[in-house]
DNA sequence: ATGACTGTACCGAATGAACGGTACAAAAAA
DNA sequence: TTTTTTGTACCGTTCATTCGGTACAGTCAT
């Protein structure tokens, strides 16, 4: 089997429990792989299964939230394509962002840059679609900004109240939030 | 000197770290206290460590957060007063928010109760300025969970952009979020 | 006032378990 | 046969935790 066949489980556990916290035994147990397996799949360990999945995402990133945004509609219509791609990438906000995880612990210092470039692309893509809508160029980067805030506030609230209605409806309201 | 000294070291090192991060040699270094002092102060280990902080939390939010919300004067001046304390807290969006990083990792099934508690206490407080104010409890119940994912959201944008100003906005920000 | 006792604060060294990672030979696939 | 994949047994390190014990300030009874 090809690595690509554990990405998505490794995002799963490194969503649920962090870089730290997905210790090599609950990855050898979730991926049903030995630890030499996974260190043939991977050789550069931890960090490379991270870099992997990272990888993908960028690649999904690129391939199902820019499209959503560059397809034809008024800006409401493109912000909701979006909106449901991300509905499946947070499993409609049962999941958390890995992005946001990565952020903290030992992860930080090694995949920080990577995942600020991720986010920027993002937010650059958002605000892109309101300067198009004739929007000015530095309130569409705040608004871009606002839009990412609101996606992420709501993924750490739904975690935290274990309500994933406060995902869903910041989602919706997304282009009230980005338009007022 | 009484446990009490260590909170805001302690605060500091789970921020940085999260649960799985902050080793008991972090923890010794960071306190200058021997890893046998540490269990001298708190035997329950390091769970006893974040239970500490969380109290401590709880009870500055109580002389800190709910007051300022409990201050006379409008909803604006009210909602400004709490974001002088929130900035104060998460030091103008530098440091990430310690309720959010305790979501993931081997922490979260200890301590999801208790944040999501904590969590609810601040919605809450500040949906009930809103209904003082006439709104409906409803709509400001929802608007109070708004509030909470725009700070939170922007913490994790500061974090990941490394650009403080998002959480500066977005507290400057919060009156047009909320009473739109 | 003095010596015996007590409690609090602290620490160096050690514990077993688990960590990330590796060596190597068997096995399976090509 | 050759290459890819895997299981087993290991490596040194670090983990959270504990043990045995010191230092010292206070509190006694004498």
Redesign the interface.
């Known amino acids: 089997m090809p690595k690509e066949t554990y990405i998505p489980c490794l995002l799963g556990l490194f969503?649920?429990?962090?870089y730290?916290?997905a210790t090599l035994s609950k990855i050898s147990e979730a991926t049903g792989l030995g630890k030499a397996s996974l260190y043939h799949h991977f050789p550069g360990g931890k960090d490379e299964m991270v870099e992997t999945v990272l990888d993908y995402l960028e690649k999904w990133l690129g391939e199902n939230i820019l499209p959503a945004l560059e397809s034809e509609g008024d800006v409401v219509t493109k912000l909701g394509q979006m909106c449901l791609r991300l509905n499946e990438l947070y499993q409609g906000g049962e999941q958390?962002c890995v992005?946001?995880?990565l952020?903290?612990?030992?992860a930080r210092d090694v995949f920080?840059a990577k995942?600020?470039a991720l986010?920027?692309g993002w937010i650059d893509a958002m605000a892109n679609v309101l300067i198009e809508s004739g929007m000015d160029a530095q309130l569409a980067k705040?608004r871009g900004?606002?839009a990412?805030?609101?996606?992420?506030?709501?993924l750490?609230?739904s975690?935290?109240?274990?309500d994933t209605t406060?995902f869903q409806?910041?989602s919706e309201q997304l282009p009230?939030?980005i338009c007022?």
């Open positions: 969503r649920q429990y962090g730290d916290g958390p992005f946001a995880i952020l903290s612990g030992s920080h995942v600020k986010f920027r705040q900004e606002d990412a805030i609101a996606i992420q506030g709501s750490i609230l975690q935290a109240l274990d406060l409806r910041t009230t939030i007022r």
